[in-house]
């Protein structure tokens, strides 16, 4: 009964410590999503003035620039998958991979072929673990991301788009990330960079009663969407890492906080069993002091007759 007890005193003991390690990541992430919330904000609005520049630059030209041209028998794809550099964050990479294998098998069934440019270790990892070619991938910066990681992203798969796709280029660009909706709500969502959908913009400064201005431009219109889309790969790949790293702070934060319930609840169910053996412990004792009373009560009782 002893080494019992001690096994569920060492339990308890080693659960408490995990408990407060998880309490402490916990409220880390907690302290964190406050700050990559505000980032995410910050960033809305410069990523939708550059949208409807580009947008008006396009419309209003008669330019058929290569990242806003369709092409007519799109051959091949790139396709940007952030995740995370660190687990203890739920499903937070795994539902991001996911979405990214959907759409590699969308595009597959579309006849197009697939570059994956990976963020973040846990979607390096994925890929490595099953000998699948990555063009390029970008670790150490999921949870706190700059503008300049952006900008080292976006170069190759700006240039890899401006090349034909006989020399290795592609003819459009996605990404998957995840989206964050609210503290309890991320979703790991896909959409198409480029070409840029000038409709969709269209469509939506319209249902916003907006109107897209005219310009004229100097020295073209092609050098002004030269300009300006490295730009908007860039401010679009920047709030997608600021998402996303929204996204992996409340997951770890939920996932933190179960560990920790979890933890509690496993340290009340050992404390009952610890005082179940320390009572049935007790109760031996008693019942061997009460039979070793009576024993010798007997040999006195034998030794007077």
């Given at each position: 009964m002893g080494a019992q007890l001690r096994v569920y005193k060492r339990r308890i003991q080693a659960v408490t410590a995990t408990k407060k390690i998880t309490?402490?990541?916990?409220?880390?992430?907690a302290s964190r999503i406050v700050k990559a919330q505000r980032k995410v904000t910050a960033s809305m609005p410069y990523a939708t003035e550059l949208t409807r520049a580009v947008t008006a630059v396009a419309t209003g030209s008669n330019t058929n620039h290569p990242l806003t041209t369709e092409a007519e028998a799109p051959a091949r794809a790139a396709v940007l998958l952030l995740t995370s550099d660190r687990g203890l964050a739920g499903g937070y990479s795994s539902n991001?991979?996911?979405a990214a294998e959907r759409l590699r098998e969308r595009l597959a069934a579309e006849g197009k072929?697939?570059?994956?440019?990976?963020?973040?270790?846990?979607?390096?990892?994925y890929y490595g673990f099953r000998e699948r070619k990555v063009s390029e991938?970008?670790?150490?910066?999921?949870?706190?991301?700059?503008?300049?990681?952006?900008?080292?992203?976006?170069?190759?798969?700006?240039?890899?788009i401006q090349k034909d796709t006989a020399e290795g280029g592609v003819d459009e660009l996605h990404i998957v990330f995840t989206?964050?909706?609210?503290?309890?709500?991320?979703?790991?969502?896909?959409?198409?960079?480029?070409?840029?959908?000038l409709d969709e913009v269209a469509d939506e400064s319209t249902e916003k009663g907006e109107i897209l201005p005219?310009?004229?431009?100097?020295?073209?219109?092609?050098?002004?969407?030269?300009a300006l889309l490295p730009r908007y790969v860039e401010s679009r790949i920047y709030n997608a890492l600021l998402q996303a790293a929204a996204s992996e702070h409340a997951a770890r934060?939920?996932?933190?906080?179960?560990?920790?319930?979890?933890?509690?609840?496993?340290?009340?169910?050992?404390?009952?069993?610890?005082?179940?053996?320390?009572?049935?412990e007790i109760t031996q004792e008693i019942s061997e002091i009460v039979g070793g009373a009576?024993?010798?009560?007997?040999?006195?009782?034998g030794s007077d007759k």
């Open positions: 309490k402490a990541m916990e409220m880390i992430a991001a991979i996911k072929e697939v570059d994956t440019y990976i963020v973040g270790r846990k979607g390096v990892a991938s970008w670790t150490g910066f999921t949870d706190s991301p700059e503008y300049s990681d952006a900008k080292k992203i976006a170069e190759p798969l700006i240039e890899s989206e964050f909706v609210s503290m309890m709500t991320q979703n790991a969502v896909d959409g198409r960079m480029l070409p840029l959908s005219l310009f004229d431009f100097e020295p073209s219109a092609e050098d002004v969407l030269d934060r939920r996932a933190m906080k179960s560990a920790t319930d979890n933890a509690g609840d496993l340290i009340k169910s050992l404390s009952r069993l610890a005082n179940a053996a320390r009572q049935a009576g024993a010798l009560a007997d040999a006195s009782a």
